[in-house]
């Protein structure tokens, strides 16, 4: 299943990690602390999306633009930039009752966090001081 | 997830470069990586982190009071608004950082307004939270340095006593405090009206002798023939008059404290004898051959520059030596404007009591003036001023208007100065008595030399003797006169 956002690809132009700040962190605190960070997002987000997802088939307004406003706030922690887009996508559709449009986006962000997951996968495998993309951003 | 306390480790390199580790931060975050992430950078800059993941969270903690607290405004079913009171209620001190999304920027803005020290948005900066962290601590730590002063003050050697919560007023508490167990000799140096008698009567109050007397002489008011009967007292029949025997200050004082003020002013005769008294701790009465113990503390006060006498040869260096073992400086009143809200506020206090007035307090215009004013008598003109202006006000708020006319003025005290001096014989269609006129020209040197008798003496050119005698002929306070300008 697919989602556009005015015709484009969505989200349009947005990477799907802030590398940058997954240095920083590496370079402010640890390695194996940033290996703990991402696991505990994870975790946290697998069971937030569970949640988000039974609101929104049972067409709980509230809940579902709360659970997508909370993974907005995990998301933008870690610099998860296109999951935390599309959750917000999800929350504006859901405040508009938007249902149709709200199950094709929550199926885009779970196909997204399975993308994101196998990307972070990958974290703490090279070194610290391994040059980053020049963006600074995961395409 | 509840509470719990967090400790970064102490071989941390960045904990060692860390100013304060005491410090607290309530880390109250609902988002759990978000808060791991925020709490390993709070630790690796030296905090210790009490985590919250909810509003019952904090309602229910019972750890260590936090020096500052970093709020989620978007608590899941509760509003950070909610813990910002809670917290606000256990501490009102408490300086909160809010965190909110970007486009929450409203809430941001109404927590602000309620009262939150700094807001962030997500995702949160390191350094951001970092200075805006250490920015809230040092407030907090200037809070409540503030409220421990004011609490030390409030309990101080000179409550009740002194009026006033400014820096110098501070230091001056201080200073007592150090003196006022001991038997030290402190000398009380200040200009007149600036409360040396109240001070000696704070260190007598507070101090081991508050059971005895407190006896305050001021050498400046008697004749230097009369000095020596008063300070030791006298023996019926030592001299003409003295039909009774008479106890002098020192055996008044006897367990207490005795304040000799205006010590400058004492004749080199009684100077001498009152070394003797010091060194021996006896005194002899006038005409008297016995030697009476007497065990006193010595205050003294004095508005001139006392070293200064002795270099000039007026004041006995062995005598200063005894006298001035700790001095303390009592700041002028237009050293310490800032006080002068809570003087007036006294004051007025005060006065209800005796005047029955209705005035509640000064205009701004009122106030300014009296901030701007020199205050050469000090707080004692500033009560006379307020009284004045008690008696010229008919509503409930002292105006410009009802002040006197000297501190209506925008002119400097130059120029005031030399209007006086102009007025001195009045206009030209005036004619001025010569008792008003010796009189205001009396009122003039005193007013120069600050209420100085010695002094004023020499500048009219008369003997101090003399001018004592005028002044009780003429109803002139030497005191009075030194701090107003007429």
Known sequence: ?139 | MTQHATNPDANDPAFEILPNTADVVALVEDDATTRMLTRAWLQSAGYTVLEYDSERSVREATGPAPTVACVDLGLGEHSGFDVIKQLRERDAELPIIVVTAEREVDTAVAAMRAGAYDYLTKPVDRDRLLLSVRRACERRRLVDRVKNLQSELATGPLTGTVVGAGGAMRELSRQVERVIESDVAVCLLGESGTGKELVARAIHSGGPRRSGPFVAINCAAIPASLQESELFGHERGAFTGATQTRLGCFERARGGTLLLDEVGEMSPATQAVLLRTLQERTVRRVGGSQEVPVDVRIVCATHRDLRGEVDAGRFREDLYFRLVVYPIQLPPLRDRVEDIPTLVTHFLEKLRGRAQHAVRGLSAEALDALARHPWPGNVRELENVIHRSVLACRGQEIGLADLPPDLRSTSTPADRERQTGEDLLGDDDQVVTLRELEQRAIRKALRLTRGSVGRAAKLLGIGRATLYRRLAELDVAPEAVGRIVA
């Not at chain 1, 799907?16 to 960070?37: A, C, G």
């Not at chain 1, 610099?79 to 405040?95: D, F, I, N, P, S």
């Open chain 1, 1 to 139: 299943m697919s989602a556009t956002w005015g015709g484009q690809s969505f989200p349009p132009g947005v990477p799907t990690l802030n590398q940058h700040r997954l240095d920083m962190i590496e370079r402010d605190v640890s390695r194996e602390f940033l290996i703990e960070l991402v696991a505990l997002f994870v975790s946290d987000v697998a069971l937030r999306l569970e949640r988000l997802s039974d609101a929104v088939k049972l067409r709980e307004t509230a809940k579902a633009a709360a659970f997508a406003h909370a993974l907005q706030g995990a998301a933008a922690s870690l610099g998860v930039l296109r999951l935390r887009a599309v959750a917000q996508r999800l929350e504006e559709l859901v405040e508009k009752d938007d249902w149709g449009a709200s199950d094709a986006t929550l199926a885009r962000l779970m196909s997204e966090f399975a993308h994101v997951r196998s990307v972070l996968s990958t974290v703490g495998e090279q070194p610290a001081d391994a040059p980053s993309p020049p963006s600074g951003e995961k395409p």
